[in-house]
């Protein structure tokens, strides 16, 4: 996916690490997401930036910490995580935050904590 | 508030039969409706998006989907299944009287597998 690319694709980390996770987009977007992954569950819409200002919010845990510097890159901050953080996590992208821009999303990271 | 339901964990069915993955919807307003696809250890793909208009909806890879407001139904569709179809598939509904809100609301998904 030369789209939404995110890095790393695998990540291990024991509760008390601090890591992060990164996506790029070069699609020329104004909107970006982070959304989490869980077996059989739907996926959870964790955060909305639209031209680089986060829009919503979805009652995530402050062990999470989103970082958009600018409408290409998007970065999600761990640290003290739990066992059940353990999801692929996925970015996504849209032209804008408006409601019928398809999202393009990028591989996922696999989100292992011990 | 909106809701998808997909009533099907998995739907199996043979190489070049049709195939229908089945989602309902749930919205106080007028519903924004769109079918993704996730291949193994990849990102979702969008396949389609219903907006206004014509009520069959042409996506990519040759699917459709037909939207059906008082059933409240978005099925997916294909004439004929190819092995390479075998996925899954996500229905997801944004309400437009969702004002400010950018939240699309996903289904669970659907396993498709298609049998050689």
């Known amino acids: 996916e030369t789209g939404v690319t995110q890095t790393p694709r695998h990540l291990v980390m024991g509760m008390t690490n601090k890591k992060s996770l990164k996506c790029e987009q070069h699609l020329g977007h104004n909107a970006m997401y982070w959304y989490k992954q869980s077996a059989k569950k739907p996926l959870e819409l964790m955060f909305v930036?639209?031209?680089?200002?986060?829009?919503e919010n979805n009652s995530v845990p402050s062990r999470f910490s989103p970082e958009c510097p600018n409408s290409s890159h998007l970065f999600l901050h761990l640290h003290t995580l739990q066992p059940e953080d353990s999801a692929l996590y996925l970015c996504a992208s849209s032209q804008d935050g408006t409601e019928n821009n398809e999202q393009f999303f990028g591989p996922g990271t696999r989100l292992t904590v011990l | 508030a909106q809701s998808v339901a997909q009533p099907e964990d998995q739907v199996n069915v043979a190489e070049g039969n049709p195939l229908t993955v089945k989602c309902t919807y749930s919205?106080?307003?007028?519903?924004?409706l769109f079918w993704y696809v996730q291949y193994p250890n990849r990102g979702l793909q969008f396949l389609l998006k219903y907006i206004t208009g014509d009520n069959l909806v042409k996506g990519s890879y040759g699917f459709e989907a037909e939207f059906n407001k008082s059933q409240t139904s978005f099925h997916l569709k294909k004439p004929s299944a190819l092995v390479s179809d075998s996925a899954l598939y996500f229905c997801?509904?944004?309400?437009?009287?969702?004002?400010?809100?950018?939240?699309?609301?996903f289904g669970k998904g659907t396993k498709l597998s298609v049998i050689p």
């Open positions: 919205v106080s307003g007028n519903p924004y």
């Open positions: 930036y639209n031209f680089k200002e986060q829009t």
């Open positions: 997801a509904v944004r309400d437009l009287s969702g004002a400010g809100s950018y939240q699309l609301t």
